[in-house]
């Protein structure tokens, strides 16, 4: 009798099968027409027993592992050759790092193939060279913005080109997001809102490219506003999305408190026209249109004191409108408003790591059940974890792979549970060396050579060298300020004098031997291990090159800004200055999602800001306004303020400008104004909108600075220099006789005997990087290990449940010997048809 178990839905969203067995008598070797299995494949299939069989094969999950999809003939067939077995295991490997990656970038795990035949389409998509197609094609059909009309003189392409080029990008696009719905199903579109949102965007943009490519004109088209869709959905965009999710998941309280600053806006505003609507000369609450305008720019305060003063020249008492407005709102709302959205920061950034430690346990999960073998499903041998690096960890070298599986193998059996698996992540992280990489670089030299060299290195390393860079720094600082406070005859003279003089080639030699002692003392590896060496070794280059391109090109006087460069390296002294640029660098990853998203905001409102303004002329616009003044042109004499008509949407370049300048906000309502006479007064809203909208970025990103140089501060209170020391390093040691039994592997031993000591013990020390993510773990180590115990208990009970739904349910598949008789075909077809049925 043979028994197997009907697949179940797991949590991620696909079918699956856990812990299935099919015990098929082997004595029956006979195919669907009742032909006898030669002696041959007999062997074939014994060949394949002998070896490890993938406890499931990749995305052919309602397959039982034991059976493969020929890729030819579709026909299903038992797996027997080694060649299968190999291929079934590769299949494997790219799935599980596939895994692993969807799980460091937060990404579902609900869109896994599962159709064999659509496997071919997902493990094209997720490939290095599509990534970067992918991403290629987005920045060209943005970057097509510079050439369409209205557009840059530079840049500009005739219209039938840039239609060609934007229906093949989109085409290009169009063919990654077919790939993708053959694999999670056209009926399941509607559950993905990103692809979603992709689909029709495509799609609309598709017929406009068309219409403009019949018709050889363009036209009204602010769809192109939502091109940068295909850049966010690109894989290199990930911590973008999760910024712009993070910015979705603050917006609620960030609405609240702008409808409580609307209200007072709007109060204000109403009783401002009231008191001041009936002054002829106070053109700003003539309407309550205007008064609500004014009330909102006072808001931003590039209006003030210029909209008080016709009323303050009425009665001095009228300033305590304004005055009153302006705490209310200004000082008290604004600075609240920043409040909730901190305390809404931290506590979604405090989330958000909670779900992706839990995310990527998952992906653990997921990856582990791939990597399995039939003869041994609870533990992961080397070869399986080589082959996963493979694909996961490609620039990780044999010794890399090595010593992440001795990491990792906690029991020391040679093989990875699954407890040991979770910490893959980790693994990953580490970068390791030799313990004799503290041995100085030279040990090896010409012993003349290494006595010259030792005494470099103990200078580098004398207590009091820092302090005399430090000296030499201050007194270069001097000689600069001395050259500033001279008069010279012309600006070349001037550059000449600060950029190119006797004393900066001498201040400059001075540091270009400080670079090289330390590079021959401590060894080029090690040297530029450390960020401040490689800012002073850049800034020493740049110097150079300055002094260099001054004699050269006179004419080039902003090289003087190179010399002073050196001068902050003075800030390194005080620790205030180190916990600042300490910040700096834990924020950089979330200052670079957050400039991305503010010039996609920027390329957003460029789009309909062109499309709106393009072709209005502002010269002389504004005659009679309050504003006139600073559009008052003509070909021989322009006011100092009359040169605002160059802030316009007339291609993509100005447009950017403009928007920086309405975002800083110093006079950005003269702009607004100006078009609100030229074109119509709504266009304001356009204005109003781009305002909200670049606040709303901008104080959360106020919000993550707080909470990141908090969380530093923190950290530093809560962490001693040696427990840091100890979490950032990983002591390993690595014995010659276990390697040979743990890798079975002569070829490889080979490749790593010049880095490991034969018959002897090798340690190495693991480096694990500085950033946030490390700092988190280690600040929250109480909580993650709540969160991991609650994960384990979760999955302990959906397993208990998931084996109770398979125990009851395989009692429907039990196929016996009559079950075979009766319908008249062999037993193994039978558990194949049913559940393929199933």
């Given amino acids: 009798m043979a028994s197997a178990v009907i697949p179940n839905l797991s949590a991620d969203g696909y079918t699956r099968f856990n812990d299935e067995t099919i015990n098929l008598s082997r004595n029956l070797r006979s195919d669907q027409d009742g032909h006898e299995i030669s002696s041959g494949a007999a062997e074939m299939h014994s060949t394949a027993d002998e070896q490890d069989l993938p406890n499931m094969i990749g995305s052919q999950s309602s397959l039982n592992h034991e059976y493969v999809t020929d890729g030819v003939s579709g026909e299903m067939r038992i797996l027997s050759d080694p060649r299968d077995v190999g291929k079934s295991w590769e299949t494997n490997y790219h799935e599980a790092a596939i895994f692993l990656e969807e799980g460091a970038n937060n990404e579902k795990f609900d869109s896994h193939p599962s159709d064999p035949k659509a496997v071919p389409a997902y493990l094209l998509v997720h490939n290095n060279w599509y990534y970067g197609l992918d991403l290629f094609t987005s920045s060209v059909l943005l970057a097509l913005a510079l050439g369409e009309d209205p557009a840059v003189a530079a840049f500009k392409l005739p219209v039938v080109m840039s239609s060609i080029m934007e229906i093949a990008a989109l085409i290009t696009i169009a063919g990654e997001v077919f790939l993708k719905l053959r694999w999670i199903g056209w009926r399941t579109i509607l559950r993905h809102k990103r692809t979603m949102i992709k689909c029709l965007t495509l799609l609309v943009m598709f017929f406009e490219a068309l219409v403009v490519l019949i018709r050889r004109s363009s036209h009204f088209r602010v769809t192109r506003a939502f091109r940068p869709i295909f850049l966010i959905d690109t894989r290199s965009f990930g911590a973008v999305r999760r910024f712009i999710r993070q910015i979705l998941q603050s917006m609620p309280p960030i609405l609240d408190m702008m409808g409580l600053l609307f209200f007072f806006v709007s109060t204000f505003a109403l009783l401002g026209y009231f008191l001041f609507s009936g002054d002829p000369h106070n053109p700003h609450f003539s309407t309550l249109t205007t008064s609500f305008v004014s009330m909102f720019v006072l808001l931003t305060t590039a209006n003030f004191p210029d909209v008080m003063m016709p009323a303050y020249a009425r009665s001095t008492w009228y300033a305590l409108f304004f005055i009153s407005y302006l705490c209310i709102v200004l000082y008290v709302l604004m600075n609240l408003m920043l409040a909730v959205v901190y305390e809404t920061f931290t506590r979604v950034e405090r989330d958000k790591f909670r779900k992706l430690l839990l995310h990527k346990r998952q992906a653990c999960r997921l990856s582990f059940r791939l990597l399995v073998s039939k003869q041994n499903p609870t533990h992961i041998r080397f070869r399986q974890f080589e082959g996963l690096m493979h694909y996961y960890a490609p620039q990780k070298t044999p010794i890399d792979v090595v010593l992440m599986f001795h990491y990792l193998d906690s029991s020391g059996t040679g093989e990875l549970s699954q407890e040991d698996f979770f910490r893959v992540y980790d693994a990953v992280m580490l970068s390791w060396e030799p313990q004799f990489a503290h041995i100085p670089w030279f040990h090896t030299a010409w012993p003349p050579l290494q006595s010259v060299l030792q005494k470099m290195h103990d200078l580098v390393h004398w207590k009091h060298f820092e302090k005399v860079v430090y000296c030499l720094i201050i007194c270069n600082g001097i000689a600069m300020a001395i050259r500033i406070g001279q008069d010279y005859n012309n600006l070349q003279e001037a550059a000449r004098a600060f950029a190119a003089s006797w004393d900066t080639i001498f201040f400059l030699a001075l540091f270009v031997v400080e670079a090289l002692l330390k590079v021959l003392g401590m060894g080029l590896s090690r040297y530029f291990s450390s960020g401040w060496n490689v800012y002073d070794f850049t800034v020493t280059l740049a110097a150079l090159l ?293």
């Fill in 546 to 838: 300055g002094v260099l391109l001054n004699y050269l090109f006179p004419t080039l006087t902003f090289i003087v800004v190179l010399r002073p460069l050196r001068l902050l390296r003075l800030f390194k002294m005080k620790k205030r200055y180190r916990d600042v640029f300490g910040t700096v660098v834990l924020l950089s990853p979330l200052m670079s999602s957050a400039v991305m998203v503010i010039l996609v905001l920027y390329y957003f409102f460029a789009i309909i800001g062109m499309e709106l303004f393009a072709g209005y002329e502002l010269r002389n616009c504004c005659n009679g306004t309050a504003v006139e003044d600073f559009y008052r042109w003509s070909v021989n004499t322009t006011t100092p303020g009359g040169y605002y008509y160059l802030n316009n949407f007339e291609n993509m370049a100005t447009s950017f400008v403009t928007l920086f300048e309405l975002m800083v906000v110093n006079n950005w309502f003269i702009v607004m104004n100006a078009y609100a006479v030229v074109v119509h007064p709504s266009s304001r809203g356009y204005f109003m909108l781009f305002y909200l909208m670049t606040s709303v970025v901008l104080t959360i990103v106020v919000a993550s600075v707080l909470e990141a140089f908090r969380f530093r501060i923190q950290y530093k209170r809560q962490t001693t220099k040696r427990e840091e020391e100890k979490m950032l390093h990983e002591e390993l040691h690595l014995k010659w006789e276990e390697l040979s039994v743990l890798l079975r592997d002569q070829q490889l031993l080979d490749s790593l005997r010049p880095q490991l000591v034969v018959g002897g013990i090798s340690t190495f020390i693991g480096c694990r990087p500085r950033n946030r993510e490390v700092l988190m773990n280690r600040m929250y180590r109480t909580e993650i290990e709540e969160w991991m115990n609650e994960a384990a208990a979760a999955e302990k009970n959906v397993q208990n449940g998931n084996q109770f739904s398979q125990d009851v349910d395989a009692e429907h598949v039990i196929i016996t010997e009559s079950d075979s008789v009766v319908l008249g075909v062999d037993r193994e077809d039978t558990i194949l048809r049913r559940l393929s049925h199933r």
